[in-house]
């Protein structure tokens, strides 16, 4: 299995244990890029929608596409009583999207498992003259909380993380700061704060979402979450991140 489709086969407990954004990103993004009713959207990858409800709540036109048909299912459970939520099962790498232009297109940690090469082209071929990309990601520091967990919690990794493949080396190269070499303007960064706090159970059920913390074979992989479980419950029983979530904005030219 591909590793941007091993997230699939963990719909509810992605749902659950994978991180949101600040209400501040959102507002911000929404004031940026003019989101309300008449205007239309484009969500990649949404997941289970980590990053769906506030732009829809908008009214906008909003329309996704999803690779995984479990993800699929679960967007279409939650959001189909909005009228204005559109959703399709399908590769945005291979999709024809038709005559379908937007304003805004967005992705909360999804774009960069498509290469740059295909997802900065077809992103501005899809966008409106003036039309806005937004990427967004979570940074979690659970280090500078507490040094002394984050050492032992390490020494678990060195031990026990052995995926059968490293994530780096299952994809093709991308980076969001190559936006403007592929004919985006205005490029900027944002960044907004939050904090997550996980007990033992918590932690290890959010640290069985990670792609590449799937990819280690058993019995192995059961050990290793044992392992962590173990260490933070004679460390106190909590796992406090600080969050950067990073909003990169840019622009289609006019």
Excluded at 110 to 131: H, Y
Aim: proline content about 6%.
């Amino acid at each position: 299995m591909e590793y941007r489709k091993i997230f699939d086969t963990i719909p509810e407990q992605f749902d659950k244990y994978r991180p949101r954004y600040s209400a501040e990103l959102f507002a911000d993004l929404i004031a940026y890029a003019g989101i309300g009713p008449g205007v239309s959207v484009l969500e990649l990858g949404p997941g289970t929608g980590q990053a769906t409800e506030p732009i829809l709540r908008t009214g906008c036109d909003y329309h996704a596409i999803e690779l995984g048909e479990n993800f699929y299912a679960k967007m279409k459970e939650k959001f189909d009583s909005y009228p204005n939520f559109h959703i399709v099962n399908d590769d945005f790498i291979t999709h024809d999207f038709g005559e379908q232009k937007f304003d805004m297109i967005y992705s909360a940690a999804t774009i960069q498992w498509i290469p740059e090469r295909v997802a900065f082209p077809k992103t501005l071929s899809l966008l409106k003259p003036g039309g806005t990309l937004a990427m967004m990601l979570t940074s979690g520091d659970y280090k500078t909380p507490n040094e002394e967990l984050y050492n032992k919690i390490q020494k678990v990794y060195d031990e026990y993380y052995k995926p059968e493949k490293l994530y780096k080396d299952m994809k093709e190269p991308f980076d969001y700061l190559h936006a403007t070499d592929y004919g985006y303007v205005d490029f900027e960064r944002r960044d907004f704060h939050g904090k997550r706090v996980f007990d033992a159970d918590e932690y290890v059920a959010y640290c069985g979402t990670h792609s590449d913390h799937l990819a280690i074979p058993e019995p192995l992989r059961t050990t290793f979450f044992e392992m962590l479980r173990k260490t933070v419950r004679e460390n106190g029983d909590k796992v406090e991140y600080w969050d950067t979530y990073v909003l990169y904005l840019a622009k289609k030219p006019q």
